[in-house]
């Protein structure tokens, strides 16, 4: 006999609105806040212009260990009555570091947030950095590193970034920094980056029933200790139009796969064809019915799986595509992906492939925005990038309006097939030769 006699029959679908923004001028800082009435649950998170982008040559990763030792106890309690302090709230600290912005973030009941937006500031404001913290922190970064970067994909990762960006600038170089880099950082690299940037007021993000909240309590409490000006926002790098593709080969003997990165340079997250970009790069290879994730695993069985997007950040972008396929099948994986893109790039996209595109982008914006966290980085998006408040509330529309037509000329403007750096991390002396033979691009030994 089951249990379910009847199975329920879905509900009446309900549009989605996101939460009123409200936005507060304290002590030197903004408070931008999301009002989600009836929230039993709240989130600060204090957002820094802090991120990877600022890091020193030769110390990357220094942003990452920072903000590891922040968990490590203040000038005025040592780890234990921090942690203390923070499970006393029920509250649980959360760091991040990206290439735009260094967060410090909690999130506890409605009624507790003033006291853990306190705590958060002083993390943030007033860490105790003491040396043998740093170094043991710094060191186990270091080995963590090291583990990755012994698996496939880091390296070819960090082809790909150095030969779009150059080497020579930090945007060329790993989000995270590589094994050397965060060996290199010192307890002073640390310190003076705390110095330099994380005590300028920067930008609270509140999310929760603000009936219940005060603006100007929260503000006063995350700007405490702090000082300095606003840093003026530097404007996005210019997309090159690039040189004629190539293959560069990292060479892993032995390896019973190749690990494929493809990319070119894109505009940035606030570029004005961000959905028709976004949409294109669904129907490409966004989603499991992509038409690569079809071509390169259903059909032809060269992959678990295969992933195109574009990664935007404040001042840049990057067109990439990644996947994993047996060695004996690299040269022809190769030349069917970047027929895809080329296809995609020249004929455009089907209506009923951006059906399934806009419904599937369209209804993952409305489930994933439903905790305070996931508004908080809703709106930590808009101040980063400069969007306007209206955004969200359009943004959802937006994807369902866009039309084929609008999608196809995204993909003819901003795919470029014939200029793609091709990374191939896998055994040379097995797959060069017919690299070579493909004629998909100059191939060329990786320096890693």
């Known amino acids: 006999m089951s249990l379910v006699a009847m199975r329920p029959d879905p509900g009446e679908a309900r549009p989605y609105v996101f939460p009123e923004l409200r936005r507060a001028s304290v ?41 590891k030792c922040l968990e490590e106890g203040t000038t005025t309690r040592d780890s234990a009555a921090y942690a203390l302090a923070l499970e006393g709230l029920g509250a649980e600290l959360s760091t991040s570091v990206d290439w735009d912005s260094f967060r410090v973030g909690v999130s506890v009941p409605v009624g507790l947030l003033s006291r853990a937006t306190g705590l958060l500031a002083e993390a943030a404001r007033t ?40 080497a020579g600038e930090r945007y060329g170089r790993p989000l995270n920094g590589d094994p050397q880099s965060t060996a290199a950082v010192t307890v002073e690299d640390v310190a003076e980056f705390h110095a330099a940037w994380l005590k300028r007021p920067g930008v609270l993000l509140v999310a929760g029933d603000l009936d219940q909240l005060d603006l100007e309590e929260l503000g006063a409490a995350a700007f405490a200790n702090s000082a300095g000006e606003k840093l003026p926002v530097e404007g996005p790098l210019a997309v090159p139009a690039g040189g004629s593709r190539r293959v560069l080969l990292v060479d892993r003997p032995g390896s019973v796969q190749s690990t494929l990165r493809l990319g070119h340079r894109a505009p940035e997250r606030a570029h004005p064809d961000y959905v028709p970009i976004t949409l294109a790069a669904t129907v490409l290879g966004g989603a499991f019915t992509s038409r690569l994730n079809h071509l390169i695993r259903e059909v032809k069985g060269y ?34 992906t970047v027929g895809e893109i080329t296809r995609t790039q020249l004929d455009g996209v089907t209506e009923d492939e951006l059906a399934t595109a806009r419904t599937w982008r369209a209804g993952s914006l409305s489930v994933d925005m439903q905790t305070p ?27 369902l309006e866009t039309t084929a037509e609008e999608v196809s000329a995204a993909a003819a403007e901003h795919l470029h097939p014939d200029t793609l750096t091709l990374v191939v991390e896998g055994d040379a002396a097995v797959i060069r030769d017919e690299l070579v033979a493909s004629k998909i691009g100059e191939v060329v030994d990786a320096r890693t």
């Open 27 to 67: 002590a030197g800082g903004e408070v931008v806040a999301a009002h989600m009435p009836g929230q039993l649950l709240a989130s600060a998170t204090l957002l820094l212009d802090a991120g990877a982008a600022r890091e020193t040559a030769g110390r990357e990763g220094t942003a990452s260990v920072l903000a």
């Open 127 to 166: 860490p105790r950095l003491d040396p043998a913290d740093v170094a043991r922190v710094r060191d186990d970064e270091a080995t963590a590193l090291r583990m990755d970067w012994a698996q496939p994909g880091p390296r070819a990762d960090a082809v790909l970034r150095a030969d779009l960006f150059g």
């Open 303 to 336: 992959t678990y799986g295969i992933r195109a997007d574009f990664a935007m950040t404040r001042r840049f972008g990057r067109f990439g595509v990644s996947s994993s396929v047996q060695t004996a099948v690299t040269a022809p994986a190769l030349t069917d």
């Open 373 to 399: 966290g996931s508004i908080s980085g809703a709106l930590a998006t808009l101040v980063i990038h400069g969007l306007p408040d209206d955004y969200y509330p359009t943004l959802r529309r937006k994807l």
